[in-house]
């Protein structure tokens, strides 16, 4: 299942061979260590998030992928049982109070984000990419940012590591558009080696919702003014 409208005509990354092989074969070693290195990690958060209450080790979530194809995301479980149904909904505020006490330490360092590393190995994702956004987001991109649906989406990116969620959405997305007119081995080490001290020292900001708010009613004031 893809998003309703077509990604004919979006100008994608330049088609070098690190584009078409090599970022490939690089999302699969790096998933090879990750899983060596870190996997006794994945295996205690696992046990913590199970003991906490009971519930799923494991959320999933429908995000947009590469040419706008849907898929499900993966993550440890930081939010109560059927958070999504409760507060804000699909939405996370600021110290959100559906936020489980093992969550809020694996989401302040990102050990929620993990076992994206399995949606990586099975091609859904790369390990350096725009991050994945929701369909009532993509819905509503126009046609410059849709240009970040010419990749896959990443773990991290070029926008995590220069603000994260403390630069606007417009600004994020530029930024991923950066990241798809200069892909190269050499921005994907420069990418990975900045992600360390941009999680270990980034402040626990939120994305502000607000903007796709403002998105869908200025749309929609430019279709009544249309009609």
């Given at each position: 299942?893809a998003?309703?409208?077509?990604m004919?005509?979006?100008?994608?990354?330049?088609?070098?061979?690190?584009?078409?092989?090599?970022?490939?074969?690089?999302?699969?070693?790096?998933?090879?260590?990750?899983?060596?290195?870190?996997?006794p990690?994945?295996i205690?958060?696992?046990?913590?998030?199970?003991?906490?209450?009971?519930?799923?080790?494991?959320?999933?979530?429908?995000?947009?992928?590469?040419?706008?194809?849907?898929?499900?995301?993966?993550?440890?479980?930081?939010m109560?049982?059927?958070?999504?149904?409760?507060?804000?909904?699909?939405?996370?505020?600021?110290?959100?109070?559906?936020?489980?006490?093992?969550?809020?330490?694996?989401?302040?360092?990102?050990?929620?984000?993990?076992?994206?590393?399995?949606?990586?190995?099975?091609?859904?994702?790369?390990?350096?990419?725009p991050?994945?956004?929701?369909?009532?987001q993509?819905?509503?991109?126009d046609?410059e940012?849709?240009?970040?649906?010419?990749?896959?989406?990443?773990?991290?990116g070029?926008?995590?590591?220069?603000?994260?969620?403390?630069?606007p959405?417009?600004?994020?997305?530029?930024?991923?558009?950066?990241?798809?007119?200069?892909i190269?081995l050499?921005k994907?080490?420069q990418?990975?080696?900045?992600?360390?001290?941009?999680?270990?020292?980034?402040?626990?900001?939120?994305?502000?919702?607000?903007?796709w708010?403002?998105?869908?009613?200025?749309?929609?004031?430019?279709?009544?003014?249309a009609?």
């Amino acid at each position: 299942m893809a998003i309703p409208y077509s990604m004919d005509g979006v100008p994608g990354p330049k088609q070098t061979p690190y584009v078409r092989f090599g970022k490939r074969l690089l999302d699969l070693l790096i998933s090879a260590v990750v899983l060596l290195v870190f996997g006794p990690l994945m295996i205690l958060i696992a046990i913590l998030v199970k003991a906490g209450d009971g519930g799923p080790v494991l959320y999933r979530q429908e995000r947009v992928g590469l040419h706008g194809r849907l898929f499900h995301l993966t993550k440890f479980r930081s939010m109560c049982l059927n958070a999504e149904h409760k507060g804000a909904g699909i939405l996370v505020e600021r110290n959100d109070a559906r936020i489980t006490t093992v969550g809020k330490v694996i989401r302040k360092l990102s050990l929620d984000e993990l076992t994206q590393i399995f949606d990586v190995i099975r091609g859904e994702m790369s390990v350096v990419g725009p991050r994945p956004g929701l369909l009532y987001q993509a819905e509503l991109y126009d046609d410059e940012q849709r240009r970040r649906l010419t990749v896959r989406p990443g773990i991290t990116g070029w926008a995590q590591v220069n603000g994260r969620n403390a630069i606007p959405w417009p600004e994020r997305i530029e930024r991923d558009i950066e990241y798809v007119e200069s892909i190269s081995l050499f921005k994907d080490i420069q990418v990975m080696l900045m992600t360390l001290p941009s999680v270990l020292f980034g402040s626990n900001q939120i994305a502000n919702a607000d903007y796709w708010k403002n998105r869908r009613a200025e749309l929609e004031r430019e279709r009544d003014s249309a009609s």
